[in-house]
T-cell receptor, first 115, second 113 residues
Framework: AQSVTQLGSHVSVSEGALVLLRCNYS??????LFWYVQYPNQGLQLLLK??????LVKGINGFEAEFKKSETSFHLTKPSAHMSDAAEYFC?????????????FGQGTTLQVKP | GAGVSQSPSNKVTEKGKDVELRCDPI?????LYWYRQRLGQGLEFLIY????????KSGLPSDRFSAERTGESVSTLTIQRTQQEDSAVYLC???????????FGPGTRLTVL
């Protein structure tokens, strides 16, 4: 069965520091992978998506993620954290089973940015 | 253009009552999804509609849950005989077609007392 795992339910960084949020997937079929962000009391917003065109994907707000098949990973990074990046981040995968586009979500990682 | 809308935004109900949640997808989006987000957890897939195809109901947790969608328009998620464990935020998403970006609505926060 397919799965998505986010390592670390809480990550805390200082403003200006590197942000690294980890996501691993398990699947026997090629995945479509997404990172979504959820700000407090708001809906989910797409940060970026991997659909096999390029392994390094750039998204909004300076975020990027690299698909590594050998490591079954899709970690999210940002070189320099900003206070406004504080939010909950979800990694999600679509695995092509049964011809549906349903997404399997990780448990989420709360990013705290300290001044 | 307008995004995905959901109503009501909040619903408080008593255990045993039925509730109906509504989702208006983005116009032209053929795929529609319902997810559930329990406090402090990720999203759980509930049901998927794609055009006039048979829906994928594999995520519905029990037969108390059902959903309908007419064509490519509004969808309703119904929970019968609500239980306290049904308390969660119910999110609707739509996409142009499967595997495209899913656009999420703001959710309906359901509280079962």
């Amino acid at each position: 069965a397919q799965s998505v795992t986010q390592l670390g339910s809480h990550v805390s960084v200082s403003e200006g520091a590197l942000v690294l949020l980890r996501c691993n997937y398990s699947s026997s079929v090629p995945p479509y992978l997404f990172w979504y962000v959820q700000y407090p009391n708001q809906g989910l917003q797409l940060l970026l998506k991997y659909t096999s065109a390029a392994t390094l994907v750039k998204g909004i707000n300076g975020f990027e993620a690299e698909f590594k098949k050998s490591e079954t990973s899709f970690h999210l990074t940002k070189p320099s954290a900003h206070m406004s990046d504080a939010a909950e981040y979800f990694c999600a995968g679509g695995f092509g089973s049964s011809n549906t586009g349903k997404l399997i979500f990780g448990q989420g990682t709360t990013l705290q940015v300290k001044p | 253009g307008a995004g995905v809308s959901q109503s009501p935004s909040n619903k408080v109900t008593e255990k045993g009552k039925d509730v109906e949640l509504r989702c208006d997808p983005i116009s032209g989006h053929t795929a529609l999804y319902w997810y559930r987000q329990r406090l402090g957890q990720g999203l759980e897939f509930l049901i998927y509609f794609q055009g006039n195809s048979a829906p994928d109901k594999s995520g519905l947790p029990s037969d108390r849950f059902s959903a309908e969608r007419t064509g490519e328009s509004v969808s309703t998620l119904t929970i019968q005989r609500t239980q306290q464990e049904d308390s969660a935020v119910y999110l609707c998403a739509s996409s142009y077609r499967q595997y495209n970006e899913q656009f999420f609505g703001p959710g309906t926060r359901l509280t079962v007392l």
